[in-house]
């Protein structure tokens, strides 16, 4: 799943190859996909991209007129930037991976694509990004927060340090790759209780969160979109690492396993060297 690093990047990339290009038309070919009815896509043809940013894990195209479309690429989801498409044939709906498509006036332009059967990439055409009611919820962005705002919210949320830290109402940005990689970073176990935490636990992941991100924004920053996702897996030290050696002590990489997802940890640098129970009925990652 894209989370605050990725989608900073691909925030980073359009603004540095669609900015003041205008778009020919969008094409929506998973019905589903678009949220909104009002404005239509055929309002944005015409006008220019303005800008590109972020909320949280949100990607948000400004076009000129304050018109946002408005993206959550769910987990399977990408944005793929096309310096030509093969045909000038519409999109049929379908059911392709391709969820939408903008072109823009020099040929190029960008696919929101979707892998996989669940589809749950959600698109918004709005005039004020706070009409999506995911983006007017979100907490502070993770790497903005500062220690003060950061332990707030933290003990704002009364539950297991992963849960509390991937809510994006907390904090935005961080998802389950991420927070395993700053929980493994501030060498907390992902089941600590929030409001049990120590000011000196907090003030440790607060400044990993940062090192975390931080290090992952400078890492993807430059990178092609279809660079990114392989930037992202090299620097991972335990997400997606279950049975390899933790790259800090040497220990083996463990999972817990959740009914849709799974998070890793060392138990050497996290939890005193004890494996914790694989509760796989635990609620605790959304
Ligand atoms: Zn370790």
Not at 30 to 46: E, N, R, W
Not at 199 to 221: E, I
Request: charged share 25%; proline share 6%; net charge positive.
């Amino acid at each position: 799943m894209p989370e605050l690093p990725e989608v900073e990047a691909l925030a980073g990339y359009l603004r540095e190859r669609a900015v003041g290009r205008r778009v020919d038309r969008v094409e929506v070919a998973a019905i589903s996909a678009l949220k909104t009815y009002d404005p239509a896509p055929t309002a944005v043809s015409g006008r220019a991209v303005a800008d590109a940013r972020r909320h949280g894990k949100f990607l948000d195209v400004i076009f000129d007129g304050d018109l946002h479309l408005v993206v959550h690429l769910a987990r399977a989801g990408w944005l793929h930037y096309r310096e030509a498409f093969p045909s000038t044939t519409p999109l049929r709906p379908g059911k392709g991976p391709i969820a939408l498509r903008v072109r823009l006036d020099d040929g190029s332009g960008f696919d929101l694509t979707e892998a996989g059967t669940q589809k749950k990439l959600a698109a918004y055409l709005v005039t004020d990004p706070a009409q999506v009611p995911g983006v007017a919820k979100l907490g502070p962005d993770a790497l903005d927060a500062d220690l003060a705002t950061f332990t707030e919210r933290l003990r704002s949320r009364r539950g297991q340090v992963k849960g509390v830290l991937t809510d994006q109402a907390v904090l935005a940005g961080v998802g389950n790759a991420y927070s395993d990689e700053i929980l493994h970073a501030a060498k907390l176990s992902p089941f600590a209780i929030t409001d049990r935490l120590t000011d000196d636990q907090l003030a440790t992941l607060h400044a990993a969160t940062r090192t975390v991100l931080g290090d992952a924004v400078r890492r993807s920053a430059g990178h092609r979109a279809a660079e990114l996702k392989g930037e992202k897996r090299s620097g991972l030290k335990v997400h997606a690492r279950t049975g390899l050696p933790c790259p800090v002590c040497g220990d083996t990489v463990r999972e817990v396993s959740f009914a849709d997802s799974s998070l890793q940890y060392c138990p050497t640098c996290q939890t005193g060297g004890k494996p914790l129970a694989d509760r796989r009925l635990s609620r605790l990652v959304r």
